[in-house]
């Protein structure tokens, strides 16, 4: 569609005036008097009248042209900032900074101000969050559905090295993204019991809360088309006990508020493990409840035929998390519209799609009936008519195959059986899921399973976070490439040319040297940008391997002591991620690299060659800042455990080489952009099964390695701990008796990838090809590229644009 994209009308002037008309009539401030804050609001005030448009707009054609729309069910939503997101989709980035200077504010400090909205863990929160936006890029007609919690993912602190979690509070501020819809609102019910009357099942719920929508409007690039993230709040449904409070009884009056608001209060800070927590259903049957009610009711709007439900509506769930949506569905469909049981199920498979997020048995969502059958009693009758349909339907299907197994609900296997599609999120991924987790749905559903690997949407992740080399690109190949990402590849011929790769470099250092003014201001450590900036950030996860490199990093170390006058390549290492709070091992990785890094940064041997920086509270902010201006991407998970990884493709993208293992995306990584590009390392998912098999895998690794097995005695001596000498040793002993996620296995290949990093960086010319070419190839890892692929391999939805 050729429609007007950036609104040439809006010049500095007219966003000068716009942004003075908020201050004074929505802020209520004058110039002299405002505050940081008092701007920012004036500012997205003035941003989301020009996003109000676009998305009036877009719901409209939806409604006239009667298109289908895909809804993505997501229990997280890990947004980050939207001002300046918002403001460079709509073209007016530049427009802003000169209207802010011109009341002589700082555009970037304003923007700086916007707390990030953490709706989320990490990867499957974020990847939410880009697919929506590229949704909107691609006018793919669309609704996200969340859940609007008070506080996000915890704030990260350091305490002596320790992690201490306070409360996030992302709302203490006025949010001005969003509109409140007090009159869209569902009653949620749960517990009760059934009744069966005239061969009809009557739920009445014992308790219940009521849904009210909150919606964000996601604008695309270029403003051709937004779409709407909806979350939900939960209130009570209870009038306030007004007798009870005259009474003097304040407390017990606001009892049922208090109660209801605590559905909607917390994000679980964990998502890679299962939480067996009444609070934890009802929060996804809150979100998924409302999300479907608010479905239908938008269908019947203009519908009346349920049975064309497909045509109209595809239902993505987010992991397992929503996958009472199956249930649900059916129990609307039957029993507030009377659809029999087995039309039901046809109608609701044909609308949903599972994405399946992880291998890890401990993540897999089980509830026991118990819980399950108390919360959602209806649900359980119709999980079990679910389970025994599926067992008539495919007869040979092993006894051992279901749902319902051993007193337990197995979420995993209600969403496939629910579904017409269930993708993982890799190609490896994705086999995985075939051969290891669901063998025997997938024989018995042949085709059902499907790959869509990740993508992360470059407008954020390049052309927000990155403006040096955004700009160096749109210099080389001309404007357009951020909606059309395999446009990239036409930067491979300048490559070879040495000025460009001079410009290229130059661009890396310009966000290195900001890094380094950020690190020594917020603490107090001098970086220098000239060092090699290796960085592993991400959620701090054994399987991850943060403890691997902090190892090899202690290893790195002893080597430069032993010759601190070697032809060195000075490096700095980052690492950035939070531990779940409850995750006792994941936090004492975190300890030890804090107490590493103590004793390394205060070596003056070493002092030019080696630094440690963890910066605290790990954000989508953070990562901005951080990942235009690395140079090594650290993907080092074992092999097999990470599905895909999305924070490998940002790298990737702002020309950082990955050194990694064959896991998850990385795979793809390595196709596009060739062996030399890549520093690959480590067991394959294969050999790691395999080496398990051998009981001293971890021993006889260590008694191979002197470098490791140095390593490890300096940590069980206390050499950075000498104030309490035996804090890691529980950790040594699992290193060296246990270790699962073969960290030892691993080591000396890692230590001898880490010396050819050194050899390639050393070499200007080699190094600054690769970081090129890892840019130049990035292009199928566009978000864009994976919500094309589902919209016609799982959604059967086009674009409206
Ligand atoms: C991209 C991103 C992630 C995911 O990173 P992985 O390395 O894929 O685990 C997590 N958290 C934040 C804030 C991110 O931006």
Redesign the pocket.
């Known amino acids: 569609m050729d429609r007007p994209v950036t609104d040439l009308s809006v010049t500095p002037n007219v966003l000068q005036a716009d942004i003075l008309r908020h201050l004074t009539f929505t802020v209520g401030k004058d110039a002299p008097h405002a505050s940081l804050h008092d701007w920012r609001m004036a500012l997205s005030h003035a941003i989301r009248d020009r996003i109000v448009e676009p998305w009036f707009a877009s719901t409209k054609r939806t409604w006239a042209e009667d298109r289908k729309r895909v809804y993505y069910l997501s229990m997280e939503f890990?947004i980050?900032r939207i001002l300046e997101d918002a403001t460079i989709n709509l073209g007016l980035y530049d427009q802003a900074a000169e209207a802010m200077a011109a009341v002589g504010q700082d555009l970037r400090a304003v923007i700086g101000d916007e707390p990030d909205a953490a709706l989320g863990n990490?990867?499957l929160g974020?990847l939410a969050a880009c697919f929506m936006e590229s949704m909107a890029t691609l006018g793919c007609p669309a609704y996200g559905y969340g859940i609007r919690y008070e506080h996000g993912l915890f704030r990260q602190q350091f305490e002596a090295g320790r992690q201490v979690e306070t409360p996030e509070n992302w709302l203490a501020q006025e949010h001005p993204w969003e509109f409140a819809r007090p009159e869209s609102a569902y009653t949620i019910g749960f517990k009760g019991h059934v009744e069966t009357r005239d061969g009809r099942d009557i739920w009445h719920p014992a308790e219940t809360v009521i849904a009210e929508a909150h919606d964000t409007p996601v604008v695309g690039w270029q403003g051709k088309w937004a779409n709407t993230l909806r979350l939900w709040g939960a209130k009570s449904t209870g009038q306030f006990d007004l007798e009870r409070f005259n009474r003097g009884d304040y407390t017990a009056a606001a009892e049922p508020e208090t109660l209801a608001r605590t559905l909607s209060r917390v994000l679980y800070p964990d998502d890679t493990t299962y939480q067996g927590k009444e609070l934890r259903l009802k929060q996804e049957f809150l979100l998924t409840s409302a999300a479907l009610q608010d479905i239908l009711r938008r269908y019947l709007a203009n519908h009346s035929d349920l049975k064309a439900l497909p045509r109209y509506v595809a239902i993505q769930m987010n992991d397992t998390h929503p996958a009472i949506a199956g249930p649900e569905l059916i129990r609307l469909l039957q029993d507030a519209h009377g659809v029999p049981f087995d039309e039901a199920l046809t109608i609701a498979r044909a609308c949903l799609g599972y994405t399946n997020h992880t291998l890890l048995p401990e993540a897999l969502e089980k509830w026991a009936t118990f819980t399950f059958g108390n919360v959602l009693p209806r649900h359980m009758q119709i999980v079990e008519k679910i389970d025994s349909w599926h067992r008539r339907a495919y007869p040979n299907r092993p006894h051992y195959v279901g749902i319902v197994k051993h007193q337990e609900v197995r979420m995993g296997e209600l969403a496939f059986i629910m579904s017409h599609k269930v993708n993982g999120v890799s190609a490896l991924h994705s086999d995985l899921v075939k051969q290891n987790l669901f063998p025997e749905l997938h024989r018995l559903h042949p085709g059902r399973i499907v790959n869509q690997t990740n993508g992360?949407t470059p407008r954020r992740w390049l052309r927000m976070a990155n403006k040096p080399l955004a700009g160096l690109i749109t210099d080389t190949i001309g404007a357009g490439w951020e909606a059309d990402l395999d446009r990239l590849k036409e930067l491979e011929p300048h490559v070879e040319d040495a000025s460009f790769r001079a410009v290229f470099a130059a661009a890396k250092r310009v966000n290195k040297v900001e890094m380094s003014n950020w690190a020594g201001a917020e603490m107090g450590i001098q970086i220098s940008p000239d060092a090699l900036f290796d960085v592993q950030?991400?959620?701090i996860h054994e399987y991850?391997r943060q403890l691997l490199n902090i190892l090899e990093t202690i290893a790195h170390w002893n080597k430069l002591r032993a010759n601190p006058k070697g032809p060195w390549v000075p490096r700095v290492k980052v690492f950035g991620g939070k531990a779940a709070p409850g995750y006792a091992v994941a936090k004492e990785i975190i300890r030890l690299i804090n107490d590493v890094a103590v004793v390394i940064n205060a070596d003056p041997v070493t002092s030019d060659l080696l630094k440690i920086i963890y910066p605290p509270n790990?954000?989508?902010s953070?990562?901005e800042r951080v990942i235009p201006a690395a140079d090594l991407s650290e993907?080092i998970s074992t092999a097999g455990k990470?599905a895909?990884?999305?924070?490998?493709m940002?790298f990737m993208m702002n020309g950082a080489p990955t050194i990694g293992t064959l896991d998850g995306a990385n795979v793809e990584i390595l196709q596009e952009v060739g062996a030399d590009n890549f520093f690959l390392f480590g067991l394959t998912a294969a050999e790691v099964s395999k080496r398990r098999e051998d009981p001293d895998h971890s021993k006889k690794a260590i008694e191979a390695s002197q470098p490791l097995q140095d390593v490890l005695q300096m940590i069980a001596e206390g050499r950075f701990n000498p104030e309490e000498p035996e804090r890691y040793h529980g950790l040594v002993h699992r290193v060296w008796h246990h270790d699962y996620f073969l960290v030892a296995a691993d080591f000396d290949a890692y230590h001898a990838a880490q010396a050819e990093v050194d050899k390639a960086y050393a070499d200007p010319d080699r190094w600054w090809r690769m970081a090129a070419l890892n840019t130049a190839r990035s292009g199928f890892f566009s978000s864009d590229r994976t919500i094309r692929s589902y919209m016609d391999e799982i959604w059967q939805a086009s674009s409206a644009l």
Do not use: D, P
């Open positions: 890990l980050g990490g990867g974020r992360v950030i991400k959620r991850k790990y954000n989508v953070m990562a993907q990470e895909s990884g999305t924070g490998n940002k």
